[in-house]
């Protein structure tokens, strides 16, 4: 009896003992397997958000970073574009009237000077600011502006600017001198504004030749930043269009705002207590930011025009340098959202579809395990063995649909770089020429500078511009110059090496830097190509010529002082004879 007990007991250990044992393990893998699906999905989604937000933050740095470096390299080229301008302004004045001079010289004096001051008398710009004028060596005003036509005929040669210095003086020298011609900067009061006050400008003055004239004109330097202004907010605005939903905002160190898509009404304004909808002062936060050349992305609650509604954004600061200019851009923590929601519902979508399944083929499994696992062990294995593999497969699923989502992140990325490597190349390539323009060219002198100073390495700069390039144009139009400036730099750089920088500073100036290479390698150089230059014919042109000044660095230069003896070079080259090759010497500074 107690052995039948005994066999009964065991039977229905038996029996009983898989079908409790096996559907309780297979209940407990199952359990297992979902919470780990449930954390990698889990995972997935919180690398999905801070992959879009570090992909957002780099965009905006990114933007507001090119915008900074165009409106610099803008800024950078005041100065030159002020100084060409009011140079052109005189000669063609001194033309008009040399002109005018030799037409009617058998005339009595009087009558010749009237003839020329009434010719040059329309020639104002700005609205009346800029204007030609006339004076003797003796300070008399001969050919005034509408504002200071009461000083025709008086002498102004004890005039002082608002630095206590006397100008006309000044200007006599310069006329007077060797050279007859020359800048100068100084203050002058402006129509229409406070006679008190005086304003920084650029004048040009040159010695007429004849009655003791010298002729001369003057921009304020104000007018030509405010037109530079004007085109450097284009490129913002031109940015913005590239992304409306991600503006760019400029706005100065006093607060003021400049450029801004959505707060029209307030451009122009100061917005120095301007506060976001926590109370905080947001645009001191900002200057605050860019004065201490952090370049740091900061937080703060502020109206979405969007949704209308009050939400967190994100915004990246940055100072355009040399400047009181301060650049923003940033997006909102909603727009990515939507986003991050769009994938989040995606995940979700197929994480519950795989999790059907899963409790599909467990139920499956259990119920088989149940039927068959008294009978056959090895099918109740098999059948394990299956139920595996359908994890496996839908694991291997969610990882295909990660490696797609992560390649469109990539090809997104690409397209993003490619965007910024054409700014890059907007604002260091001439756009004419295709060669580096004169801001990309200084920056890479800085650091030639740097090495050769650091190193003792020898380098050398050549500086070249077209002999009589103003009669091409003149003679056959701008079109057909501009031809020959892009072919002469085609040719010229099929002649340098890879490592040579070759550049444009303005106009048909050109320089180029050669590395490892001594003043006398580079006469060479500058011999070879010019008369590679002169032995070249030009379409439409025929040929030209071109004059050449060299400089090599010495340790200790800067990047001014070696600019400076090259110039200086290239001036001796064109003053004695031009289409020839000048090194400088320091005689030159004399």
Not at 440 to 466: A, G, H, Q
Request: with cysteine; charged share 20%; glycine share 4%.
């Amino acid at each position: 009896m107690k052995l039948f007990n005994s066999g009964s007991s065991l039977i229905r250990l038996v029996i009983l003992g898989p079908i409790l044992f096996i559907p309780l393990l297979t209940i407990v893998i199952t359990y297992i397997s979902l919470d780990s699906y449930e954390n990698a999905h889990l995972q997935n989604l919180n690398n999905t958000k801070e992959l879009y937000i570090l992909q957002q933050k780099n965009l905006i740095e990114s933007k507001v970073t090119t915008a900074v470096n165009l409106i610099d390299y803008e800024n950078s080229k005041t100065k030159h574009i002020l100084s060409q301008k009011v140079k052109e302004r005189v000669e063609n004045a001194y033309l008009i009237a040399i002109n005018l001079y030799n037409e009617n010289k058998h005339k009595p004096q009087k009558e010749i000077q009237k003839i020329i001051i009434d010719a040059l008398r329309p020639m104002i710009w700005n609205q009346g600011e800029s204007f030609v004028f006339i004076l003797d060596f003796n300070g008399i005003f001969y050919l005034a502006p509408t504002y200071l036509r009461h000083l025709e005929g008086s002498s102004i040669i004890d005039f002082k600017d608002a630095s206590g210095r006397y100008v006309i003086k000044e200007e006599i020298a310069i006329a007077t001198s060797d050279e007859g011609q020359g800048f100068l900067w100084d203050t002058f009061t402006r129509p229409n504004k406070n006679p008190n006050i005086q304003y920084p400008q650029l004048a040009y003055v040159k010695n007429f030749g004849h009655f003791n004239w010298y002729m001369g004109s003057a921009e304020y330097l104000e007018t030509t930043q405010q037109q530079t202004e004007v085109t450097a907010k284009n490129v913002v605005s031109f940015l913005n269009s590239i992304d409306k939903s991600k503006y760019l905002f400029i706005i100065d160190t006093n607060g003021n705002l400049i450029l801004h898509d959505v707060l029209t009404n307030l451009v122009g304004t100061n917005i120095l207590d301007f506060k976001d909808d926590n109370g905080d002062l947001i645009i001191s936060n900002f200057i605050q930011i860019a004065q201490s050349n952090s370049n740091e992305f900061t937080k703060y609650k502020i109206l979405n025009p969007i949704t209308a509604k009050s939400e967190n954004k994100v915004t990246f600061i940055k100072k355009v340098p040399n400047s009181n200019w301060i650049v923003g851009g940033g997006f909102y923590e909603s727009e990515l959202q939507n986003i991050i929601k769009e994938q989040e519902s995606v995940h979700i979508e197929l994480y519950e579809k795989e999790q059907l399944q899963i409790y599909f083929y467990s139920l499956l499994v259990l119920i088989v395990s149940i039927l068959v696992s008294v009978f056959i062990s090895r099918q109740i294995a098999n059948k394990f063995k299956i139920y595996q593999n359908t994890i496996l497969s839908q694991t291997i699923q969610l990882k295909n649909a990660n490696e797609q989502l992560e390649t469109k992140v990539q090809q997104r990325t690409k397209e993003l770089e490619s965007a910024n490597n054409k700014l890059q190349e907007i604002a260091t390539i001439d756009f004419l020429t295709k060669i580096n323009n004169r801001y990309s060219f200084m920056k890479i002198l800085e650091s030639e500078v740097n090495i050769s100073n650091r190193y003792d390495t020898p380098f050398s700069i050549l500086m070249f511009d077209i002999d009589y390039f103003k009669k091409i144009n003149d003679t056959y139009g701008h079109d057909i110059g501009d031809k020959v400036l892009y072919s002469i730099c085609d040719l010229i750089q099929s002649h340098l090496r890879k490592a040579d920088v070759f550049a444009r500073l303005g106009g048909e100036e050109f320089v180029i830097l050669l590395n490892n290479t001594t003043v006398e390698n580079a006469k060479i150089v500058a011999d070879n190509l010019r008369e590679l230059v002169a032995n070249h014919k030009f379409d439409d042109v025929g040929y030209i010529k071109v004059s050449f000044g060299v400089a090599e660095f010495k340790q200790g230069m800067t990047v001014e002082q070696v600019m400076k003896n090259v110039d200086l070079a290239l001036y001796s080259a064109k003053n004695t004879g031009r289409n020839k090759t000048v090194v400088f010497d320091n005689s030159m500074l004399k």
